[in-house]
Every structure is written in structure tokens, then in C-alpha cells.
């Protein structure tokens, strides 16, 4: 059994964090924008979008932990919590990827 950390997936996934938080925190301002200044229901969509990106951002993110291709042979892993990170073990290359994806919090 091999112990790796994973090229990639780290990177990819606070880009990914850090770029759907953005986008989160703009649609959270555009819905606090005062009513009078934009027409009817703007504030109403833009909360709808706001939450929609929220879910469906923890969604993907959480889909992606756990649906984790081994970067050697390409088959999907099981993706385990261990008591400081998330890693995923790929059977077919006896190796465990470290995500380096804390496990509560950052790092
Ligand atoms: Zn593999």
C-alpha cells in the first residue's frame, strides 16, 4: 500500500471554492441592493440565486469529494474521512491519495 498526496485535486477544489464563493457573495450583495432602485422581485431573484449557488455549490463539492478519479489509472476511489483529511484509496494501484482536504476546516 502506497501513500500519495493527489497532484491535483487540492488545487482544483479550493479554485473551485474560492471562485464559487465569489460568486456567492455577489449575488448575497445584489440581493441586498434597496428595492426602489431595481424593479420588482430583482431582491426576491437574486436571494433565489443566492441560495441556489449555495446548495448547489456544497452539492458539487461534495460530489467531487467523493467521486474522486485515481490520476494514475483514471478509476473512480473511495473517498474516506480520516482524522485529519480526506483520502482516497484506488484498489487497483494499492495506493492512497491524500486530497488534502482537511477534515473540518482548512488545512
Ligand atoms: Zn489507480
Known sequence: ???????????????TFVRAWIVIALLFLAALIPSHLVSKGFGIAMAFCFASALIGTLV??????????CPQCNQPMETTRGASAYSALCLRCDTTWDLGIGVGGSD
Not at 500500500?1 to 479554485?15: C, D, E, G, I, V
Not at 458539487?60 to 478519479?69: A, D, W
Open 1 to 15: 500500500m502506497k501513500h500519495l498526496p493527489h497532484p491535483s485535486f487540492a488545487k482544483w477544489f479550493q479554485r
Open 60 to 69: 458539487y463539492l461534495f460530489y467531487q469529494l467523493f467521486h474522486v478519479k
